[in-house]
């Protein structure tokens, strides 16, 4: 058993230096650190990368992922599609589906309208092009292939352990 005097001498003696145990105990978190940044880049690039695939397979058809997307959830909520229901879906602030549905607009996907000259509420529907852009397979066949690779166990636990980060993400994000 050290005296206090004794940890003193033996701390002046490392002048500074860590010990075995302090070096791979800070090694281990910087190693650590590492590995969380790492992981957040490679699901930032498994993201990158997906989109570029389902992009390509979408352009035939000359519509970007994001607007196909915002049409299938117009055209899903029917009479009910409006700035703040559609913000909801997609996780969005309404200003910002306001310009993506300004943009869709002047391509002549949706028509953005007033129910009432008066009214603030802008609805929303689908003009004869959009719809029929709706009619593209929403399926994504190479999304399927490259799943593939993933058994079914190992696609339920992927999902469980994307849905635990997300629900974490959205307690640090809630506004």
Do not use: C
């Amino acid at each position: 058993m050290h005296t206090r005097i004794d940890r003193l001498i033996m701390e002046d003696y490392n002048l500074g230096k860590l010990t075995d145990m302090e070096t791979r105990v800070k090694t281990d978190a910087a190693s650590n650190a590492d590995n969380v940044d790492r992981l957040w880049l490679l699901l930032g690039k498994i993201h990158h990368k997906r989109m570029l695939v389902r992009q390509r397979e979408l352009s035939p058809y000359n519509i970007p992922t994001r607007q196909l997307r915002m049409l299938s959830i117009i055209q899903d909520l029917g009479t009910k599609a409006t700035l703040s229901a559609i913000a909801e879906k997609v996780e969005r602030k309404v200003s910002v589906i306001s310009q993506q549905t300004q943009n869709m607009e002047k391509y002549g996907l949706i028509k953005r309208f007033k129910e009432t000259p008066r009214s603030r509420l802008l609805k929303i529907e689908l003009t004869p092009k959009g719809l029929s852009l709706t009619k593209i397979d929403r399926k994504s066949k190479a999304m399927e292939d490259i799943m593939s690779v993933l058994n079914t166990e190992e696609r339920n636990q992927l999902h469980l352990l994307l849905d635990r980060l997300l629900q974490k993400l959205n307690e640090y994000s809630e506004e």
